[in-house]
């Protein structure tokens, strides 16, 4: 009796001891999967190449200037400059990588998360002097948040402009877009800590029902004072549903002339309570400061979507 319950009770042990081996096992599996990589390393001569490899979570960009576009289509990755004046994104080209979820058109986006959680961008530039398309299609856009969430910090986003055709109007600094509310679709970034610059239409921009941006702690600077032939700038749009809340930032120079449109610190045009969440934030050098659009296109609420 007893020697049979001693077996019962080793073969229980072998069993628990097997289980914790197992699920020790599945940790450190776990746990390999999630690696750190370095750009540029042999194995990662491209931080696409990093991005492509499932294994790496974390992706040290260091100092440098890299041509090339980046698409993240996966969740919980972060890629992490050497700081703003070190790590620069410059593609010499850019074609055409994804298109709007509301209306369908070409984008070229030279950092894009498409339908990925937890992606955070931080700590680099993203520069579009050297790969501006001709004309003003495809839309152009510096990072490009498509039915994707996560973080956008201590980046400078600069020259999303076409100086020989100033008045395009989808030319986007930093542009957050869900699939209006669709299953799967949503879009919800922390925006915080970034200097934007020297783009066409909008610094930042968030679009459409299922959008959630909270930017806060941002420089963005506009052109202006710009005129005829120009695109009447606007430094933060919200629109089309989407909700948002805009605090502690520097907005200036988003200005035009004649004032047969406006040009805007901050505009919303049909967004979900964003006015209220319209706070603390210093202006100079704009039109106007605040502008909603609240019922549509007219001649004085310039927007983008």
């Known amino acids: 009796m007893n020697s049979k319950r001693l077996a019962v009770l080793s073969a229980l042990a072998l069993a628990l001891v097997l289980g914790l081996v197992i699920f020790s096992g599945s940790g450190s599996t776990a746990k390999a999967a999630l690696a750190t990589c370095s750009v540029p390393s042999g194995s990662y001569p491209t931080i696409q190449s990093a991005v492509n490899d499932v294994t790496c979570s974390t992706i040290n960009v260091g100092p440098g200037t890299y041509n090339e576009q980046v698409t993240v289509a996966r969740s919980?990755?972060?890629?992490?400059?050497?700081?703003?004046?070190?790590?620069?994104i410059q593609p010499s080209i850019v074609t055409a990588n994804t298109s709007?979820?509301?209306?369908?058109?070409?984008?070229?986006?030279?950092?894009?998360?498409d339908g990925a959680t937890g992606v955070t961008v931080e700590d680099l530039t993203v520069d579009g002097s050297t790969a501006v398309p001709s004309g003003c299609a495809p839309t152009y856009v510096g990072i490009f948040y498509r039915a994707g969430s996560g973080a956008i910090s201590d980046t400078h986003v600069t020259n999303i402009f076409n100086p020989a055709a100033p008045g395009c109007q989808g030319y986007l600094a930093i542009f957050v877009q869900s699939g209006n509310g669709g299953p799967g679709l949503n879009a919800d970034v922390a925006i915080d800590g970034n200097t934007v610059d020297m783009y066409g239409k909008n610094g930042i921009t968030a679009n459409e029902a299922g959008t959630s941006v909270t930017v806060s702690n941002n420089i963005v600077t506009g052109r202006g004072p710009v005129g005829l032939g120009d695109a009447a700038q606007n430094g933060v749009q919200l629109g089309f549903g989407a909700h948002g809340k805009v605090t502690n930032n520097t907005i200036s120079g988003n200005f035009?002339?004649?004032?047969?449109?406006i040009?805007?610190?901050v505009i919303t045009v049909n967004a979900g309570g964003a006015i209220g969440q319209t706070k603390s934030n210093l202006f100079s050098g704009n039109q106007q400061n605040v502008c909603n659009a609240g019922g549509g296109p007219s001649v004085n609420s310039p927007f983008n979507r």
């Open 76 to 88: 919980n990755v972060t890629i992490t400059g050497a700081g703003a004046g070190s790590t620069t």
């Open 100 to 113: 709007s979820l509301f209306s369908g058109s070409p984008i070229a986006a030279i950092v894009l998360v």
């Open 256 to 261: 035009y002339s004649p004032a047969t449109v």
């Open 263 to 265: 040009a805007c610190g």
